[in-house]
Structures are given as structure tokens and as C-alpha cells.
């Protein structure tokens, strides 16, 4: 009877380092899976961030793209307000040549 507890408690001794050692193993497997799940945390906050600073640069040259279109659209009207005035003007010499060709031109009556 004595050897039947004795062999009884050797079984749950055995029994218990069994499951302790199980239970390392799965301690250890959740340590490792933890510090996947940082470093890919990690990598993804990284990505976020370059992610931010691209989105940044992007804004920016959207803005001095924006500005280089405000630039040219009011040069172009300067050019064509320039254009307009020699216009005007041409067309007033034109007038006042006419003018001085008709006085010049017209016969004595």
C-alpha cells in the first residue's frame, strides 16, 4: 500500500512538472508573440510617420504649386492688359494718321 501512494505522488509530482513545463513553454510562446506584436507595432508607427512627413511634402508642393499658378495667371493678365494698351494706343495713331493723311490729301476746293 505504502509503494502505491509513494507511486501515486510520483505521478502527480511527475504530472505537476509536466504541466509547470507546459506551462513555461506557453509563457515563453506568449513572450515571443508579444514581441512580434511590438515590433510590428513598432514598424507600422514608423511607417505611419513616414507616411506623415510624405503627406507633409506633398502639401507643400501642392501650396507652391498653387502660388506658382496664381503667379502665372497674373502675369498673363499683365501681358494682356500690356497687349491691350499698345492695342489702344496703336489704334490711336492709326486714327490720327488718317487724320494727317486726309488733311494732307485733300485737294484745295
Excluded: C, F, W
Excluded at 507595432?41 to 506658382?68: G, S, T, Y
Excluded at 502675369?75 to 488733311?103: H, V
Aim: net charge negative; glycine share 4%.
Amino acid at each position: 500500500m505504502r509503494g502505491d501512494v509513494m507511486d501515486r505522488d510520483i505521478l502527480k509530482a511527475e504530472q505537476g512538472r509536466e504541466d509547470a513545463e507546459a506551462g513555461r513553454e506557453a509563457h515563453e510562446d506568449a513572450r515571443i508573440s508579444s514581441e512580434e506584436l511590438r515590433r510590428l507595432a513598432e514598424d507600422a508607427r514608423k511607417l505611419a510617420e513616414e507616411a506623415r512627413h510624405a503627406a507633409e511634402a506633398a502639401r507643400a508642393a501642392a501650396e507652391d504649386a498653387r502660388h506658382a499658378t496664381i503667379d502665372a495667371v497674373r502675369a498673363t493678365a499683365e501681358a494682356i492688359s500690356t497687349n491691350l494698351e499698345q492695342m489702344k494706343a496703336l489704334e490711336e495713331l492709326r486714327r490720327a494718321y488718317r487724320e494727317i493723311k486726309d488733311i494732307v490729301t485733300k485737294k484745295p476746293g
